[in-house]
């Protein structure tokens, strides 16, 4: 009988050796960033009840992360500002590539893969120009670093890719420096805007919200093109505005919902599986609110201690919280897993 080595070697030499899948690594359906009670950071693969599949070990606090569209690797993002990312064999924990950003420049703590998986984007700031910039590296050949282009503002945090491959760029408005840590240096002429670029860096589209202390941060894209978008309210509190809201490429910001609630500050957003319904969290608030995409009216409000993860799930959605829990958004916000973990802001959904 031939041996399972001499099968595989078999399958090497006609060239049909079997490509590794997320399969492989469980079959998580999300990844999360977390802390564990020793104080260690690692990021971690969930299935659809909150289960962990996998857990890998980070040498710092971790953001977001992405996931390759077909294959089981993960890029986990430093949080702001940090000036590397990890490429991760989500099979074994093994670290197949270190991204580290050329000399001026800062990763703002997100990045995407393009459709095929040649091509991961992430959002960086040129410091000393005070520009936002959109690296490319190429994931076919160990993620070198193969160029960048201009966000088309200051500070971009989220980027995600739309239905027709095209990219569209939270750009936040606020400016940072290494030297001087989270501190935000230019609120007072600050300009967020949301803009549309193709992966050529030419400008497509760009919307600015009604109030430019409005931060845009976090991002979300239906299936039709629709984008959900999420905000921080820079000023007095009383004063915040609406910091969620929907656009159409070619129109204008629909804002909906009321930010004083969110306690000014959007954590994360979500497209519910089906497109109908669209989420927001806010960790500072304790609280999730979720719209109908269509119309724009809140169907409920979550309340739930530091709340923040939150992605799509078959019809519905999950949401995650610093305290451990994983929640299933149905009629009630059940929870459906408890972790000795806490749970960092990003619920990143697997392809």
Same mark, same amino acid.
């Given at each position: &009988?031939?041996?399972?080595?001499?099968?595989?070697?078999?399958?090497?030499?006609?060239?049909?050796?079997?490509?590794?899948?997320?399969?492989?690594?469980?079959?998580?359906?999300?990844?999360?960033?977390? $802390?564990?009670?020793?104080?260690? /950071?690692?990021?971690?693969?969930?299935?659809?009840?909150?289960?962990?599949?996998?857990?890998?070990?980070?040498?710092?606090?971790?953001?977001?992360?992405?996931?390759?569209?077909?294959?089981?690797?993960?890029?986990?993002?430093?949080?702001?500002?940090?000036?590397?990312? %990890?490429? %991760?064999?989500?099979?074994?924990?093994?670290?197949?590539?270190?991204?580290?950003?050329?000399?001026?420049?800062?990763? /703002?703590?997100? *990045?995407?893969?393009?459709?095929?998986?040649?091509?991961?984007?992430?959002?960086?700031?040129?410091?000393?120009?005070?520009?936002?910039?959109? *690296?490319?590296?190429?994931?076919?050949?160990? /993620?070198?670093?193969?160029?960048?282009?201009?966000?088309?503002?200051?500070?971009?945090?989220?980027?995600?890719? &739309?239905?027709?491959?095209? =990219?569209?760029?939270?750009?936040?408005?606020?400016?940072?420096?290494?030297?001087?840590?989270?501190?935000?240096?230019?609120?007072?002429? &600050?300009?967020?805007?949301?803009?549309?670029?193709?992966?050529?860096?030419?400008?497509?589209?760009?919307?600015?919200?009604?109030? =430019?202390?409005?931060?845009?941060?976090?991002?979300?894209?239906?299936?039709?093109?629709?984008?959900?978008?999420? %905000?921080?309210?820079?000023?007095?509190?009383?004063?915040?505005?609406?910091?969620?809201?929907?656009?159409?490429?070619?129109q204008v910001l629909r804002e909906i919902g009321r930010g004083a609630e969110l306690a000014g500050?959007?954590?994360?957003?979500?497209?519910?599986?089906?497109?109908?319904?669209?989420?927001?969290?806010?960790? $500072?608030?304790?609280?999730?609110?979720?719209?109908d995409s269509q119309t724009g009216s809140k169907i409920e409000q979550i309340r739930k201690e530091?709340?923040?993860?939150?992605?799509?799930?078959?019809? *519905? %959605?999950?949401?995650?919280?610093?305290?451990?829990?994983?929640?299933?958004?149905?009629?009630?916000?059940?929870?459906?897993?408890?972790?000795?973990?806490?749970?960092?802001?990003?619920?990143?959904?697997?392809?």
């Amino acid at each position: &009988m031939a041996t399972r080595r001499g099968f595989l070697a078999g399958m090497l030499a006609s060239g049909f050796a079997p490509v590794p899948s997320w399969a492989d690594a469980g079959s998580p359906a999300f990844l999360s960033a977390a $802390r564990k009670p020793d104080g260690d /950071y690692i990021l971690v693969g969930l299935d659809a009840l909150g289960a962990e599949r996998f857990r890998i070990p980070l040498p710092a606090r971790g953001h977001a992360a992405t996931a390759h569209p077909t294959r089981p690797e993960a890029v986990a993002f430093a949080r702001r500002p940090g000036t590397f990312a %990890m490429v %991760m064999d989500c099979r074994n924990g093994d670290v197949l590539s270190r991204l580290d950003c050329p000399e001026g420049r800062h990763f /703002y703590g997100h *990045g995407i893969f393009d459709a095929s998986g040649d091509l991961l984007f992430t959002t960086e700031n040129d410091y000393d120009a005070g520009q936002g910039r959109i *690296g490319l590296w190429d994931a076919r050949n160990g /993620y070198a670093r193969i160029g960048e282009f201009a966000s088309h503002g200051v500070g971009p945090h989220d980027v995600r890719l &739309m239905p027709d491959g095209t =990219l569209v760029v939270a750009n936040g408005g606020i400016d940072t420096h290494p030297a001087s840590g989270r501190e935000k240096l230019n609120i007072p002429t &600050m300009r967020p805007n949301l803009s549309y670029i193709d992966i050529d860096g030419q400008l497509i589209d760009h919307v600015e919200p009604d109030e =430019l202390l409005a931060s845009i941060r976090h991002l979300t894209v239906r299936p039709d093109g629709l984008v959900g978008v999420g %905000m921080q309210w820079q000023g007095e509190l009383a004063d915040a505005p609406s910091l969620t809201a929907t656009h159409i490429r070619g129109q204008v910001l629909r804002e909906i919902g009321r930010g004083a609630e969110l306690a000014g500050y959007v954590g994360s957003i979500a497209f519910s599986g089906d497109g109908s319904q669209l989420a927001v969290t806010s960790p $500072r608030a304790g609280v999730a609110q979720v719209f109908d995409s269509q119309t724009g009216s809140k169907i409920e409000q979550i309340r739930k201690e530091d709340v923040c993860g939150v992605a799509a799930l078959n019809s *519905g %959605m999950l949401l995650t919280s610093g305290l451990g829990d994983v929640f299933d958004i149905g009629q009630t916000a059940q929870r459906i897993a408890a972790h000795d973990l806490s749970w960092d802001n990003h619920l990143v959904q697997v392809y």
